[in-house]
């Protein structure tokens, strides 16, 4: 079994910058895939970033796309989302996860979070206008 463990989050005003990150523990993939999803109240939860950990290929969703930064510290066991530019619209639940997947070759990560098998505890962030 992973266990993530999340930190950072917390309230901005629009324009400003947060970054979070995940601790992996237990069982840990150097060839699986991980990534950031958020829940805005009301909403469904929707992938934000995502990042195969054999390669670092990355996968942002449009509506981050130039503003938010995945990456991996593997001596750290540790994943980081940090992002710029935040406006309300990023307000909600930011969860990290990781898949339970062994690719190889050039492989890119879903934003599905169905595919995601471990999650962390979750941490919000709030934006203001």
């Known amino acids: 079994e992973m266990q993530l463990e999340q930190s950072g989050g917390g309230s901005v005003q629009t324009g400003g910058s947060l970054t979070l990150s995940c601790v992996a523990s237990?069982?840990?993939?150097?060839?699986?895939?991980m990534g950031w999803f958020r829940q805005a109240p009301g909403k469904e939860r929707e992938g934000v970033a995502v990042?195969?950990?054999?390669?670092?290929?990355?996968t942002y969703a449009d509506s981050v796309k130039g503003r938010f930064t995945i990456s991996q510290d593997n001596a750290k066991n540790t994943m980081y989302l940090q992002m710029n530019s935040l406006n309300p619209e990023d307000t909600g639940m930011y969860y990290c996860?990781?898949?339970?997947?062994?690719?190889?070759?050039?492989?890119?990560?879903?934003?599905?979070?169905?595919?995601?098998?471990?999650w962390g505890q979750g941490t919000q962030v709030t934006v203001s206008s």
């Open positions: 990042i195969y950990s054999g390669g670092r290929s990355t």
């Open positions: 996860a990781a898949d339970k997947g062994n690719y190889w070759g050039l492989y890119y990560c879903g934003l599905g979070s169905i595919e995601y098998d471990y």
């Open positions: 237990g069982y840990t993939n150097r060839r699986n895939c």
